[in-house]
């Protein structure tokens, strides 16, 4: 029988070895609350979702859909913004959603040396070893269009990773380094305001919570857009590692 949302907070919780007053104590509510998810009574909101994926070492959309395809699939928009657009957007979102956290976050971005991962104009597939805090995460991403399947693990130890990359061929292509202020809105999307070093600032817009098919909730992620006052003639199609890896010197002479 598949778990429900409060089964699996129980079982990642008690994985971490937290009481229910322990995990309480870490979302500022009550043992009465995790009671209640974990017991089938209520389901948290969107935004308290994310925090429990944070504490929990999971993906948000693994506590809300489990182990279905879903939970493996990712629809976003990503926009580049002007920095009045991007200071605009920032007041709005401090208002209207709930502010989740802000991170430092440098994702260092590998292909296989007998594979390439630049298919022009853009890169549709790649292997990225990220830092999210404390937490140390490698994920493998293919775009297919308007969404794209992904496989998140966390790791302990990067300098070993990297060892292991290149002793199997895996080659450094390029690094993204960004501040983001994340956010949730109408329980429903995650919302990213990111400043990235070199390149200036972006907003992702990310489904959470699927309603409808893929091609439906993008669709919906346009109207959403149009409704913040976006421009979506300039949704970014190409990602922030294609924009870094042409500012390489050797970009372009047959080494990507």
Request: charged residues 35%; contains cysteine; aromatic residues 10%.
């Amino acid at each position: 029988m598949k778990m429900n949302i409060g089964q699996r907070i129980s079982r990642l919780r008690k994985a971490k070895n937290l009481s229910q007053q322990e995990l309480a104590k870490q979302l500022y509510l009550t043992d009465k609350t995790i009671s209640s998810w974990e017991s089938g009574r209520t389901e948290p909101k969107l935004s308290m979702v994310v925090k429990l994926s944070e504490i929990l070492d999971c993906s948000a959309k693994y506590l809300i859909c489990g182990e279905s395809a879903k939970s493996e699939i990712k629809t976003e928009i990503k926009i580049r913004l002007l920095e009045t657009e991007y200071h605009q957007l920032k007041v709005f979102m401090d208002a209207h959603a709930e502010f989740i956290n802000e991170s430092h976050q440098v994702d260092t971005y590998y292909q296989p040396n007998h594979r390439k991962f630049v298919q022009e104009p853009k890169i549709t597939e790649w292997l990225r070893v990220g830092q999210r805090g404390n937490k140390k995460l490698i994920d493998y991403e293919k775009w297919h269009g308007v969404h794209s399947d992904r496989y998140e693990i966390e790791i302990d130890d990067i300098e070993k990773m990297e060892t292991v990359f290149q002793v199997v061929g895996l080659e450094e292509i390029a690094v993204v380094d960004k501040m983001r202020r994340k956010y949730v809105y109408l329980n429903k999307y995650e919302i990213a305001l990111d400043v990235v070093k070199d390149l200036g600032r972006y907003v992702e817009i990310e489904v959470m919570k699927y309603d409808k098919s893929i091609e439906e909730e993008y669709n919906t992620l346009l109207r959403l857009a149009r409704k913040l006052n976006l421009s979506t003639d300039r949704i970014d199609k190409l990602g922030y590692a294609y924009y870094m890896l042409k500012e390489k010197k050797n970009y372009g002479e047959g080494t990507v």
